[in-house]
Each structure stands twice: as structure tokens, then as C-alpha cells.
């Protein structure tokens, strides 16, 4: 990337988190920038949780267009906007603000970055398929939601906290009228029966992050028409390898990374993100790193 020249007409944007400074999306946003020769920057602000409320105002006083907001904000961030998007009141977080003359509006880009991932860089429509989903934490809400809007036929939400999966399954019946979700207790995720008619597999959990971490489909369930999408990005998940070795199709989470964060590169800028480019800089990073 060629040097950035800062000036007095500067647009700046960043991303709101604690800790943030292993945060890649300043490598992809920045290259998506430069890309369109735009006099924008983005950089990570590390906003400790205390900090939140006065943080969103300096957004207003230094006229920063927008920002992503990560863990551990992306809730507490909701009570302190000015407008916000239907998601985001569903859902009662937001991951991205975009600041429209001083009032701040939220967004949420995981389920619209998780559903362009698995149709453009997948191949993947989720329309009439039966979805096996593992988790039912902040992206399992918005996935499941981004599916049911996409008319897949069913879930199967399967979560180590049985709890969890009933309230997804609840709130995919009052928000979507969307009845047709069973779930499936943790302890019986291998059972035979569920997995020949699977149609997509999606994790949604930290489970992979960690090299020691479980396994969470036996390979022998993994049938060849599956489609297997982990949304862990930080190395290649136990359920990637065991899809990889049997040549079923997959992605990670690094496609669902550069997706969501194309959705806010528009949301600031109005113009549509140049996802290959910036899939491009986000890979020759993790080469380099
Ligand atoms: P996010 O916003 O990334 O979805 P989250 O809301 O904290 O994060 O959700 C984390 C998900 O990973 C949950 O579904 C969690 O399961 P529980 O509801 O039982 O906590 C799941 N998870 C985390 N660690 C796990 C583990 N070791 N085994 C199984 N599931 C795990």
C-alpha cells in the first residue's frame, strides 16, 4: 500500500474495542480506502468500558464518520444511540455507527456479512435448505436470522446451554414467525439420524479457536453434499480440517471477517467495497504476521 498522507480533509473512521489492537480490520478497511484513492483512515481506538459514553461523543466532536464497535461494547453501545436500524433494535446490538451529521445511528453487519460470504465467496444458497446450527451467543442470533430472512426451510440450533438454544428458538418465532427449529441437546450432536439431512453446518462458537479444543461433528457424519462454514478465523478449526480431508465445500470465518466489514465500508462511504482487494491485503498480512 502506498503511504498515507494525512491532511486537514481527512475523513476518519476506526473501530471501538478493548482490547482492539489485534483488531485486522484497520489492514482491510485502510487497503479498501486506498483502493478508491479516498482521503479516509481507519483506525483501532481502545475504549475501556468506562469509557464508552464519552468515546461516542468524541465521535460527534471530531466529526469521525463512523466506527465499528467490538467486544466487549457492542451491546452497552445500543443505549447511548441517537437511531438505529431494525437489526440492531431486534437484536440489541450493534457492530457498526455511522455518524449522520451528529446523530450517531448503529448497525449490525454479521448476518448481512455472513450471508454475501456464503452466496459470493461459497457459492451457497441457503434458500430451502435445513441449517445444522452450532452456538446460540450474539452471532448465532444474527446468522439465524440472516437465514430465516433467506428462506431456508429449517434450523437445528444445537448449544452446550440447552437454555440458549430455546431462547434463539423462541426469538426466531416472535421476530421472523419462523417455526420450523428444533433443538438438539450438545450431548447428542452426533447422533446418526440428524446429520443425512443436513443441508449447511454453520459454528458459530469459539469452539476451534484453541488447538486443544473438541472436535464438533464426528467426520464420519459429515455427508459429501454438506456445506461446512466456521466463522473462527484465528486458525484452521478441527470441523475445516475434517471437511478439507473429505473435499467437502467450506469456508472460515476470515470470509464472514471481510464481508461484514464491506457492509460498513458502505454503510460510511455509500459505495460498494472492493471485497477482493481487501480480501487480498487481509490475506498477505496473516502471511506475513
Ligand atoms: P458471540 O457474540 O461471538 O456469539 P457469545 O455470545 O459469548 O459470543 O457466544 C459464544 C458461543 O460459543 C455460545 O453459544 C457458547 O455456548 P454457551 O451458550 O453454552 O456458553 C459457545 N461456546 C463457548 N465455548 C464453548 C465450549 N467450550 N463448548 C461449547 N460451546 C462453547
Known amino acids: 500500500m502506498a503511504n498515507l498522507s494525512i491532511t486537514g480533509e481527512t475523513t476518519l473512521t476506526g473501530v471501538f474495542g478493548w482490547p482492539v489492537k489485534h483488531s485486522l480490520s484497520p489492514v482491510f478497511q485502510n487497503a479498501a480506502f486506498h483502493f478508491y484513492n479516498l482521503n479516509w483512515v481507519y483506525i483501532p481506538f481502545e475504549v475501556k468500558p468506562e469509557h464508552l459514553k464519552v468515546a461516542l461523543d468524541a465521535i460527534r466532536i471530531f466529526s469521525i464518520k463512523g466506527v465499528n464497535i467490538t467486544i466487549p461494547h457492542k451491546k452497552e453501545v ?10 440492531v433494535r ?15 445511528k448503529g448497525y449490525t453487519t454479521d448476518g448481512m456479512g455472513f450471508l454475501r460470504s456464503l452466496k459470493e465467496d461459497g457459492n451457497f444458497s441457503p434458500k430451502e435448505k435445513l441449517v445444522f446450527l452450532f ?17 431456508v426451510s429449517g434450523i437445528l440450533i444445537c448449544n452446550r ?72 478465523y ?14 467437502i465445500r467450506c469456508l ?38
Open 90 to 104: 431486534i437484536l440489541g446490538v450493534a457492530n457498526t455507527i455511522v455518524n449522520e451529521n451528529g446523530l450517531l
Open 78 to 87: 445500543v443505549k447511548h444511540l441517537d437511531d438505529m436500524d431494525e437489526e
Open 135 to 151: 452456538g446460540a451467543g450474539g452471532s448465532a442470533f444474527a446468522i439465524a436470522g440472516s437465514l430465516v430472512r433467506n428462506d
Open 234 to 247: 484465528n486458525r484452521e478449526t478441527a470441523l475445516i480440517s475434517a471437511a478439507k480431508q473429505k473435499n
Open 161 to 232: 446451554t440447552i437454555e440458549k438454544a430455546y431462547s434463539l428458538k423462541e426469538h426466531l418465532k416472535r421476530n421472523f414467525r419462523f417455526e420450523n427449529v428444533e433443538v438438539i441437546p450438545f450431548e447428542k450432536r452426533n447422533d446418526n439420524e440428524i446429520w443425512k439431512k443436513v443441508d449447511l453446518i454453520v459454528n458459530t462458537t469459539s469452539v476451534g479457536m484453541k488447538e486443544e479444543d473438541i472436535a464438533l461433528i464426528e467426520s464420519k457424519n459429515l455427508n459429501e453434499e454438506v456445506f461446512v462454514y466456521d466463522i473462527v
Open 252 to 289: 472460515n470465518g476470515l470470509s464472514m471477517l471481510v464481508f461484514q466489514g464491506a457492509v460498513s465500508f458502505t454503510l460510511w462511504t455509500k459505495m460498494a467495497a472492493p471485497v477482493k482487494e481487501m480480501k487480498k491485503a487481509l490475506f498477505e498480512f496473516i502471511k506475513k504476521a
